[in-house]
């Protein structure tokens, strides 16, 4: 064999060489960014399943605080209360769980327009609430009638239309058409879907409002009531109590709140209307409705959630429902 194949042959060996090494290099490569993304996809599917759980048992844990807490004062929220204005933090496995209450029971339960009947049928006292209720957020008259009309008719599961309500008829004249609900609101956000609720009439009345099942009667807290929930108690006696004058009662509570509604319906301001105007009935010292705004920490990031506790009928609070929240 003469020196120059030989020579070729050494080249051509320790091309081959180099050739299986860099295949072997790629791919254990390959291998390690596969073990990687395995390792990565494992981990998260963790953080996803403790997050999970640590959703359950934040919820759980916030049902058990809401009960304890309102069993130590008798269910009497009042605004003073120190459990509404202090965070409770709790470890729960590898996260931590901060709990921040507040009693969600001032508000205008929209499904109760629904009525007895299923019908929200326009005499119900509840309809008449709730139109007083935006006369005195500021829509007026007719603009205030065609909003309660328009959301007890998509309700209601009848095709007749209210005088200054919106039927089937309306809603299939639209560039995307489509039939009234039927059935009750699931959340605030469906009236967006009804005629006459648009972002600027949903921005007014958001703070005022909520969706509560029909048998769930909201009372209104009257020692737990700020300044920016008046109409809500200016709604209760048919125009005979302004926004003004509720505002100032509210101003005027005295520390630790009204010891019965009795006392607070015999304040010179109340105490004047005749009873067919009001409804004594929605008022109460006691909270039956509590929001928790319960946010998890981890490792892995944070979550906050909002949950709704209601009062059942043997008195305990249950989890009503709950979502997640934008941090």
């Not at 509590?290 to 949950?307: F, H, P, T």
């Not at 709704?308 to 934008?326: C, E, T």
Request: proline share 4%; glycine share 8%; with cysteine.
């Amino acid at each position: 064999m003469t020196p120059s194949r030989r020579s070729r042959e050494r080249g051509a060996t320790l091309l081959s060489v180099l050739l299986i090494i860099a295949l072997m290099s790629a791919a254990a490569l390959a291998a390690t960014d596969a073990l990687a993304r395995s390792v990565s996809v494992s981990r998260t599917s963790g953080y996803r399943a403790d997050g999970f759980w640590a959703a359950r048992g934040a919820l759980a844990a916030g049902e058990q605080v809401v009960n304890e807490v309102l069993a130590q004062v008798q269910g009497n929220l009042t605004a003073e209360s120190s459990v509404l204005m202090e965070p409770m933090i709790f470890p729960y496995e590898r996260a931590t769980i901060t709990i921040s209450l507040r009693d969600a029971s001032n508000c205008f339960n929209l499904n109760s327009i629904q009525g007895d009947d299923g019908e929200g049928n326009s005499g119900n006292a509840p309809l008449r609430n709730l139109r007083t209720l935006y006369e005195e957020t500021g829509f007026y008259g007719n603009e205030a009638r065609q909003l309660s009309e328009s959301l007890a008719d998509w309700i209601d599961a009848d095709t007749s239309t209210r005088p200054s309500g919106a039927e089937d008829s309306i809603y299939r004249s639209r560039a995307v058409p489509h039939l009234t609900g039927g059935q009750k609101l699931l959340s605030v956000g469906e009236v967006r879907a009804v005629e006459g609720y648009t972002p600027e009439v949903i921005a007014r009345l958001e703070q005022l409002v909520c969706v509560r099942r029909p048998e769930d009667e909201t009372r209104l807290n009257i020692n737990t009531l700020t300044l920016s929930q008046a109409p809500l108690l200016s709604a209760l006696f048919s125009h005979e109590l302004s926004v003004t004058e509720a505002e100032r009662i509210i101003s005027s509570r005295p520390e630790g709140g009204w010891v019965s509604v009795e006392e607070f319906l015999s304040l010179p301001d109340i105490s004047k209307i005749v009873p067919e105007m009001r409804s004594d009935h929605f008022l109460s010292t006691t909270a039956n409705h509590v929001e928790a705004d319960i946010l998890i920490s981890s490792a892995a990031g944070s979550m906050r959630m909002v949950a709704v506790y209601g009062r059942a009928v043997d008195g305990s609070f249950v989890l009503k429902g709950s979502h997640r929240r934008s941090s």
